[in-house]
């Protein structure tokens, strides 16, 4: 019976989860409610604090389990051997088609990018958990393939490594971003990857 509650607790955990992601996406965040997220699962707002505290220890749940997924895509991903530009960049290439292809995937990123207010202080706790895994991610390879790349002879030995890499997570995010809003007219993956092909050219040794 214990193992019973417990199943249907994690269940409605989940369930209450996917309803904050899916209203917060369309909604804001700020505009969102505990009523609003119980209503649309036909629960009390008592059930929704049960499980969570406060709508910031909601929205740092989400935070962790996006990234936590997205970790999951990036390593298995991930190139094997050496990391170079090229390898790290189709990478990217493929992740951004796994980005806009999953609709939670894509509620995530309109979430993050367009419904919270990042300065405002209530949301201090979930900058903190999101500079937890600041180590982490797609900058941080870009930077190392690049850095491999000069080491090894690839591109050129002025060539700034964190330079490069923020120009090519820029060009993910934005164009993740304009193809989700509806707004590309091109396509996204061969956009991407001329982008990534122009800056190769511009750093390596020919």
């Given amino acids: 019976m214990a193992r019973r509650t417990k199943e249907d607790a994690l269940k409605t955990r989940t369930r209450i989860l996917a ?35 406060s709508k910031e220890k909601l929205l740092v749940e989400l935070v962790r389990l996006a990234l936590a997924k997205f970790r999951r895509q990036i390593e298995e991903l ?11 960049a189709d990478m990217m290439v493929r992740n951004a088609e ?3 292809s999953d609709p939670k995937g894509a509620a995530f990123f309109r ?25 982490f991610g797609p900058k941080e390879t870009f930077c190392r393939a690049v850095q491999s790349d000069i080491a090894s002879g690839r591109v050129r030995n002025d060539a700034n490594a964190e330079e490069i ?7 993910w995010d934005g164009l993740v971003q304009t193809r989700l809003d509806g707004f590309l007219k091109c396509n996204m993956v061969s956009t991407l990857r001329h982008a990534y092909e122009a800056i190769w050219q511009r750093i390596r040794i020919a």
């Fill in 19 to 53: 309803s904050a992601l899916s209203l917060f996406s369309k909604k804001g965040y700020d505009h969102t409610t505990f009523t609003d997220i119980a209503a649309r699962l036909k629960l009390t707002k008592g059930a929704v604090y049960w499980h969570f505290e």
């Fill in 165 to 171: 890499a923020t120009v090519a997570v820029a060009l």
């Fill in 98 to 100: 796994q980005v806009v």
């Fill in 78 to 88: 991930m190139p094997d051997g050496e990391l170079t530009f090229p390898t790290v």
């Fill in 111 to 135: 979430l993050m990018k367009c419904q919270i207010r990042w300065g405002d202080e209530s949301m201090a706790q979930v900058r903190a958990d999101l500079l937890i895994d600041s180590a």
